[in-house]
């Protein structure tokens, strides 16, 4: 009698099927994640959605400007970030203002440098001394300075 398939090649498929639906969900948990969809069912990031929206910047996934550019330190610069808020939504104290890291900071600035780079090399000699592009432009993504009557409020 022939063996079609012995116990070491079971094992080797099981392994790369296994694997391949590892990776699957992993990079449809990525996708869905990125989606002001997603971002915005947090109330504290309501706001920040809102004016994302309302802004040029509307057609981009929220972690285009708030995740690294490459796969493998996204997923973990999401995954420390996601548990550190569910955290502190579960145990701690939920902000009312989010809190920059400077970690965040050098992403997002890396993401306005990564997208804009040929309007930052045509006016270099115009730029100041700030050492990061939301230092002038801060309002520009999520209109910060967008009036108190037009902001959605708590128990809203």
Known sequence: MVKFLDRGKVTVLLLLLVGAVLFAGAAYSVRATDQPEFCGSCHVMYEAVRTHQMSAHAN?????????????PKMI???RAGAKDIYQNAFGDVY???????????VVNDSCIRCHSTTIRNVADKITEAKECTACH?????MSRLPISERRVADE
């Not at 981009?60 to 493998?72: K, M, T």
């Not at 009312?96 to 050098?106: A, L, P, S």
């Not at 801060?138 to 999520?142: A, E, M, Y």
């Open 138 to 142: 801060r309002s520009l993504p999520h």
């Open 60 to 72: 981009l996934a929220c972690n285009e400007c708030h995740a690294p550019d490459a796969a493998i």
């Open 77 to 79: 610069f999401k995954t």
């Open 96 to 106: 009312d203002v989010i809190h920059v890291t400077e970690r965040t900071r050098q």
